[in-house]
Each structure stands twice: as C-alpha cells, then as structure tokens.
C-alpha cells in the first residue's frame, strides 16, 4: 500500500474504537476522512498510523483520529 499524502481523502475500510476526553466512540467502516498528519514514521502492523479528521462525525468534526484502517477515495 502506498503512503498516503497529507490532504488526501480516505475511507476507513475496519470499524474501530477511538477514545475522546475519556469517552469512547466509534468510527464506523466506510467513513470518509481527510489526512492531517502521520504520527509513525514506520510501518504498525503492516500500516502507517495517520492524524484523519472526519469532518462527518457528529460533534467531532474538530478532532484528529489515529487511524491505520484506511483507503483512499477514489
């Protein structure tokens, strides 16, 4: 998988867990995303680690996400 730009939208293709202030959400799988940042410069479990804002999550739009689940939108 090629290393993803900042800017670049994304979809996340695994549901997973994110934690905010000490409560827990969930980000589902086919949400859309836009790249902010990577956090690792190496490879976690066969995926780079990036800083995505999900400008569709209700409440959320002005927080960062680690996520490694991605794709790119075509």
Same mark, same amino acid.
């Given at each position: 998988?090629?290393?993803?730009?900042?800017?670049?939208?994304?979809?996340?293709?695994?549901?997973?867990?994110?934690?905010?202030?000490? %409560?827990?959400?969930?980000? *589902?799988?086919?949400?859309?995303?836009?790249? +902010?940042?990577?956090? =690792? &410069?190496?490879?976690?479990?066969?995926?780079?680690?990036?800083?995505? %804002?999900?400008?569709?999550? *209700?409440?959320?739009?002005?927080?960062?996400? +680690?996520?490694?689940? =991605? &794709?790119?939108?075509?």
């Amino acid at each position: 998988m090629a290393r993803k730009r900042i800017g670049q939208k994304v979809r996340v293709y695994k549901d997973f867990k994110a934690n905010v202030n000490g %409560e827990d959400i969930i980000i *589902k799988k086919g949400s859309i995303g836009i790249i +902010r940042g990577l956090l =690792l &410069e190496y490879p976690y479990e066969n995926s780079f680690v990036y800083q995505v %804002e999900f400008p569709s999550c *209700k409440n959320w739009d002005k927080i960062v996400f +680690r996520v490694k689940y =991605l &794709e790119p939108v075509k």
